[in-house]
């Protein structure tokens, strides 16, 4: 039974925390039916997501089974049989499905949408360079969408633009991890690697480091924000984004990680500091209207 539970992959389910990201920022989080909302919409991406990771995890079987880390999983294993796999995927789909359109049509056609993107992935789209990676900031998009259709608010285009920044970021980074990981067999076990190289990775992941925290920070000291949001104090935040950037590229270049965004998120007590700190002090400024004067809010 545990082997079944390890195949949704539930450690993977810390992704679909930017669900949450628009009720934070549209300051709902003490509306009761707004955060019913928002929960009920990360259930069905949890839903939806690990129906996708075992189709995944079948297609793969093979290609899994010589992999030093991912044979290990359940399907490749044969802790859990593939045809179980697939009937589990049957069953999560359309209660995923199910449970964004009980919300209301955006949310449910969203998380469509992603359910056909992350299926067009893994069976063709990982094979088509640059576009493998533009595919996985795509489905964090999706997320933060979803997660304002769900409560029906708006999205602010910085929060969009810092998601994607990111989640680009991210991916660059765990495809780095593949090449320096797998090393000359890389592009047996992923063959989309032998069109990448450290180097042009580096340049990606530099790029875009500094485009996440430029777009944060741009958007920390938008007079149109700190209107919405009832406070200039955001951009106290901006030491610990740039810290949390900082971090994951030091756990990329000296310790090998980056594989696995959610992994560093669970065991680098550093990076759960941060987040943490980020996190209080964000619902603290903008629930309490903090106002320092630091600019002029227009």
């Not at 003490?30 to 996708?52: E, G, K, R």
């Not at 797998?182 to 190289?197: C, K, N, T, V």
């Amino acid at each position: 039974m545990l082997a079944h539970v390890r195949a949704l992959r539930p450690h993977q389910w810390v992704k679909n925390g930017f669900v949450l990201a628009a009720l934070v920022f549209s300051r709902k989080l003490t509306d009761m039916a707004a955060v019913v909302d928002s929960l009920t919409a990360v259930a069905a991406f949890c839903a939806i997501a690990s129906s996708i990771y075992l189709v995944n995890d079948i297609a793969d079987f093979e290609r899994d089974r010589v992999h030093p880390k991912k044979r290990d999983r359940p399907i490749a294993s044969g802790a859990v049989k593939r045809r179980t796999a697939g009937v589990m995927a049957l069953l999560l789909a359309p209660v995923g499905l199910g449970l964004g359109f009980w919300l209301n049509s955006r949310t449910g056609l969203t998380l469509g949408v992603y359910g056909v993107m992350n299926l067009a992935y893994s069976f063709r789209l990982k094979h088509m360079v640059l576009l493998d990676v533009f595919i996985i900031a795509a489905g964090f998009l999706l997320r933060v969408s979803a997660g304002a259709f769900a409560i029906d608010v708006g999205i602010s285009p910085w929060l969009l633009l810092c998601t994607f920044f990111v989640s680009l970021f991210l991916a660059f980074c765990k495809r780095r991890h593949e090449l320096e990981s797998l090393g000359a067999d890389a592009a047996d076990h992923r063959g989309i690697l032998a069109e990448y190289s450290t180097g042009f990775i580096d340049k990606m992941i530099s790029a875009l480091a500094a485009m996440t925290t430029m777009s944060y920070a741009l958007y920390t000291i938008d007079p149109a924000v700190m209107r919405k949001l009832g406070t200039d104090a955001l951009v106290v935040t901006l030491p610990l984004v740039l810290f949390g950037v900082f971090r994951y590229l030091y756990l990329v270049h000296r310790h090998g990680l980056g594989g696995s965004p959610t992994e560093v998120a669970l065991t680098d007590r550093s990076v759960q500091v941060i987040v943490g700190l980020y996190v209080a002090l964000t619902v603290v400024f903008i629930y309490f209207e903090v106002q320092l004067g630091l600019t002029r809010p227009g």
